[in-house]
């Protein structure tokens, strides 16, 4: 089809243009400006704000997908393991099966986090107190961010992360937030949960000016990464028909 | 955007075509034709052949699907229930995860078997031996569709299959070529292996006229439908968490 | 692994069962009871509620699924025919990825509706327009399975639907009120929005018992078939690269 | 469940390891050693071989993810597009619906490509001449990595990647084979084809010592990162509803 049959009047991609000799992304060349030159992380970065990073947000963006990358056996990684199982030559559908997972349980909670920071209601506030209080009350006392079964008092991703944040100038108004919402639950309920990596991502990234819809994004490249490191580890020694064998013989109690 | 900017000598789809008041669908009229008056058997067929069903093939396609909708707890099915238990109200996610594991190696087999009884190699013999011998020659000896774990010397569902295909007058050619498969197998090797579910199912799609690309679609209707039954069990008597559980302690030897 | 090592006192699934000469689903004998002898719709029913439908039941899931199969060139089916062109031998690929677009705005409508017409604040009133009114309010206003953009002012698979649980003695209570809900919104804005095919199986399913979880399967399994049919369509007569070659092309207008 | 009810002698996930105040990942410390002071790129070489790699290795890697991620609009980010018009509020079906197409033929070449250049029939031989010869012949004369419908007579990308490598030390013998590979389909058919950026991918890739299964995943994780561009674009500037249009409007000539 020659390019004069296409509707005139419609949008397109601006992302990319190419020739015979040069490919542009973003308005970058990616041959001359890009390959080479930049991380992936940078290109991400490209891709979700249409500019390459400077050192600081690199690094971060680097710290918040090394955080989110690898939880040993998740729901995840076991369905992408049996997905592999199933359609040995496939690993794009073994990944995506795996992917499917990270829903509302898994990442839904970091991104709700940002979601709440950046909640007009809760900025608007100029003392970390008013906007920990108001975003506790939209959030019906529910934080999402808050909170781990295994690392408390303290989750030490965040206590890492929150200390590269401030050694980067990065710690800004959701940081101080997200800190004041759980010491207000703690002089609530008496307990004193963590702000998990979850919470504390949502926070870094909403200060270095991540819109929230944008969160989930850095989670589902690190959860790429995650689940291919579990996908080579099954390739090398499988565990998919253990695990197989395992729950078809479980409640065989005879 | 009107049709008219729309670019002409371009292929559309001619399946479905729809005003305020009436929808036709391969050229029936949805609402006096279809609903309330053809099963979702008799719609498969015609979305695969563009023509409704006789009731002979009616009742092969549906005992086609039935045979496969339910294996138990496979790969497929834990990994549906994992997808669920991460994205507990995305159902579609957990159904599409636990389709993806139905690749080559649980699904392939049937419609492997299907190519091979309708390749011209195959099918330019008269006699079944022949064709049988043939077939033996191009799979390399490994013929898809025969052998089972569990289901020896007879797969069940293949007898029943048969009997039915011989009921309904669709014991053909096909069919004869898949037993004779087994024969010389059987004479070849000394051992005498059934003719599992997805070797009658390839034989008989065959001798009804079904392509081969064909035969996996009733695959994924059936598995859709057995994927739907886990996750209903798991919506009410959850093994997710169990699972993860007992795959995350694995290897905990200490 | 001997089913001795198996944990004790853990949940396993009690769909199915099977030994070398038998298989049992839901206790049915799959191959005396099952194949041959009852269709896939019987099936679902059965994976769904753990019994085999009676005959008005039956229809009527028929009815529903033969309803929701095919809308056409849809982003589901257009989906699944781009993903195909990338991955022509995976054909579970393609109906997965077409599957991931039945989300909220398409198929979410149908279990929305259902979920209103089975929540008790809606349940607990007499009459069908205390029902309506109520359900409305809960609904904020925007009633899911109300409205059609092409069919209106009656959408013609509602009609047709409804008269069919009326001929099959299953026309009830939530019927009563989607149709109130219908009524209530006229005469409050004065618009005549039709009850759309959703709204009419949400209503009816309701009626026949399913709970409101279960109807998404439904559509799920319909789209499916509907998705098989396009697939074979574009495997054909291919439409995936002139659907690639019109959207690069969008946009330029020089 | 305590982990003295699982079973014994199977085998388990030995990539992470945590308690409540550490996690190891491959034996390295990740709030010590890993967040804040590696990049994903390198957790990626990490979860891949189970070391971080040298700063080279590290560079040649982003460099392949930043040769792969973009490519405009291509099925696989329609795809994803038009899954996100479906099931708006889960940005993970998208990027999984726009990662199943890219199978076989896109990134399928890629990993064929790596696979043959490993071979052993293959690297057996010391002469480029040799090792390119039988290739060919392994290949069936259809070399996957070489050619491109637009970039010709070179891969921009390609030219770029070999002189990264020759800086880095790190072009040898495979990248060798593939540029004799490319030198003998010219000679025998007269018509000079480029060596695509898949090939230089998997050649450079081989030489510093990645399996042709590992190669695949540098594009799963660049696709996710590009796919993730066209979503954000998606969500800010939609062309969904117009491919939609566009589509539907196919084939109607009159």
Redesign the interface.
Known sequence: ?S?S???????????????????H?HGLD???D???G????D??A???RGELPGAAER?LL??F???L???????????AR??M?????????????G?????????GSMSDCARLLQDPRVTEHRAPSDRAASLIEIANGSVPGIGHP???P?D??S???F??ARELDAYGPACETIVAVRQTLHERTGTRLPINATGAIAAIATDIGYEW??V??FA???R???I??????E?R????Q????????????D
Request: aromatic share 2%; glycine share 10%.
């Open positions: 089809m390019s049959e296409v509707p005139r009047g419609l949008v397109g991609s601006s992302i990319a243009r190419s020739d015979a000799s040069s490919i992304i990616l041959c001359n890009l390959i080479g930049v991380t992936i992380t290109f991400l490209l891709e979700l690094r680097d710290a997908m090394v955080t990358a690898e939880h040993g056996t998740t729901p995840s990684t076991i369905a049996l997905t199982l199933g359609s040995p030559d496939q690993l794009q559908s073994a990944v995506a099966s992917l499917l997972g990270a829903g509302s349980r898994f990442l295994l690392h408390k303290e030490p991703r206590v890492k992360l200390a590269l819809q944008a989930r994004g589902l490249v690190a790429t990464v995650g291919l490191g579990h996908l080579t580890e390739r020694a499988p565990m998919g253990q695990i197989w064998d395992l729950v078809e013989g479980l409640g065989d109690d």
